[in-house]
């Protein structure tokens, strides 16, 4: 079973895919500069994005490009999803808590 990952990492997974839908075939530095995230950020999200089929590394000498796989755009609706029940769970502890 996967592990439950942080309302955060589910952002920036959603964040670097609608990137890559958008703009097409990218580098690793180019995410960088578009989304502001650090290097090792933006690494972490392509390989679980990688790991979830969601993208694909292309290999171009020694740059790596990447792209959002055809069934990327179903899968953003997904993340999309989760962040919304993500954060109606925050919102539902906060006030259970308050």
Same mark, same amino acid.
């Given at each position: 079973m996967?592990? /439950?990952? *942080?309302?955060?990492?589910?952002?920036?997974k959603?964040? #670097? =895919?609608? @990137? &890559?839908?958008?703009?097409g075939?990218?580098?690793?530095?180019?995410?960088? /500069?578009? *989304?502001?995230?650090?290097?090792?950020?933006?690494?972490? #999200? =392509?390989? @679980? &994005?990688?790991?979830?089929?969601?993208?694909?590394?292309?290999?171009?000498? /020694?740059?790596a490009?990447?792209k959002?796989?055809?069934?990327?755009?179903?899968?953003?609706?997904?993340?999309?999803?989760?962040?919304?029940?993500?954060?109606?769970?925050?919102?539902e502890?906060?006030?259970?808590?308050?």
């Amino acid at each position: 079973m996967p592990r /439950k990952q *942080t309302i955060r990492i589910v952002e920036r997974k959603k964040e #670097v =895919l609608e @990137l &890559l839908i958008k703009e097409g075939e990218l580098p690793t530095n180019e995410i960088v /500069k578009k *989304t502001n995230l650090s290097h090792s950020q933006v690494f972490y #999200v =392509l390989k @679980l &994005l990688q790991r979830d089929g969601l993208i694909r590394e292309i290999k171009r000498g /020694k740059v790596a490009y990447w792209k959002a796989s055809d069934n990327a755009q179903e899968a953003l609706k997904t993340l999309e999803q989760e962040v919304k029940e993500e954060v109606m769970g925050s919102e539902e502890a906060t006030e259970e808590g308050a």
